[in-house]
């Protein structure tokens, strides 16, 4: 699927899982292929999370880790709260 931040398209793929183990990752900011790969062998929330993660990171790639990791979380929490889910198309 395709989507859009800030003003960037990029492909958002779920996967089974990441070669790297890793539950999400990114192409970097700059580059001409633009991909967010996110893992779903993981918690309803933690797919939600991850995504979340990545969106922040393509957003504001100048943010530090910590603050994308922390921001993710608590957003995720909220829109479990709220009932949202993650649907891969």
């Known amino acids: 699927m395709k989507v859009t931040i800030r003003g960037?398209?990029?492909l958002?793929?779920?996967?089974?899982?990441?070669p790297s183990g890793a539950?999400?990752?990114m192409d970097p900011v700059g580059v001409?292929?633009?991909?967010?790969?996110?893992?779903v062998q993981q918690s309803s929330l933690d797919v939600l999370d991850t995504l979340l993660h990545e969106l922040l990171h393509a957003a504001f790639p100048d943010?530090?880790?910590?603050?994308v990791t922390e921001g993710?979380?608590?957003i995720a929490r909220v829109?479990?709260?709220?009932g949202v889910r993650v649907?891969?198309?």
């Open 63 to 67: 943010l530090s880790e910590e603050s």
């Open 32 to 39: 001409p292929r633009k991909e967010i790969r996110v893992a």
């Open 12 to 18: 958002l793929v779920f996967v089974d899982r990441l």
């Open 72 to 74: 993710a979380t608590d």
């Open 23 to 25: 539950a999400g990752e």
């Open 87 to 89: 649907e891969q198309s």
């Open 79 to 82: 829109l479990q709260r709220l």
């Open 8 to 10: 960037h398209s990029w």
